[in-house]
């Protein structure tokens, strides 16, 4: 009789297993030891190029940080005339796959990109691409949850 365990490739898998869970809450832990630090510092004085890195930095694990979501929204929201399209198209990515932002955040990037759709690069259409897949995506989710 033979274990579960006993067979190699399931003993090294379940190794490997281990090991990526343990990533995991390592990354867990430092992005919540980030969050914690950058919450308190970020501002008006930073660069829309910074707050947009935070905010790619944090889309995909959004869940627990709705509040510098709400900060950063506020900051982009004061500083809306100075955007760039290609800013705008990353900004309304990253908030599209975190799933926060306002209607009114929406709109008026929507209102930007389309007054100045010619000057958006190859960067802001796969940043657009990229938001409008996962807003889709999401779409579907939740159409099918229904």
Do not use: W
């Not at 898998?13 to 308190?40: E, Q, R």
């Not at 929204?73 to 005339?81: C, G, K, P």
């Not at 990037?109 to 259409?125: R, V, Y």
């Amino acid at each position: 009789m033979t274990y579960l365990l006993q067979d190699r490739v399931l003993k090294l898998t379940n190794k490997l297993m281990h090991l990526i869970h343990l990533l995991y809450l390592g990354y867990a832990v430092f992005f919540n030891d980030f969050y914690n630090k950058i919450i308190v510092r970020i501002s008006q004085t930073d660069s829309t190029y910074d707050i947009i890195k935070i905010l790619q930095t944090f889309s995909e694990i959004s869940d627990h940080y709705k509040d510098l979501y709400t900060k950063i929204e506020t900051i982009i929201l004061s500083r809306y005339e100075l955007l760039e399209p290609n800013e705008a198209s990353c900004i309304a990515c990253a908030f599209s796959i975190s799933g926060y932002g306002s209607q009114q955040l929406f709109h008026l990037i929507e209102k930007l990109l389309m007054s100045k759709f010619n000057f958006i690069d190859d960067t802001g259409f796969r940043e657009a691409v990229r938001g409008i897949f996962y807003f889709h995506i999401i779409s579907l989710c939740c159409i099918e949850y229904r």
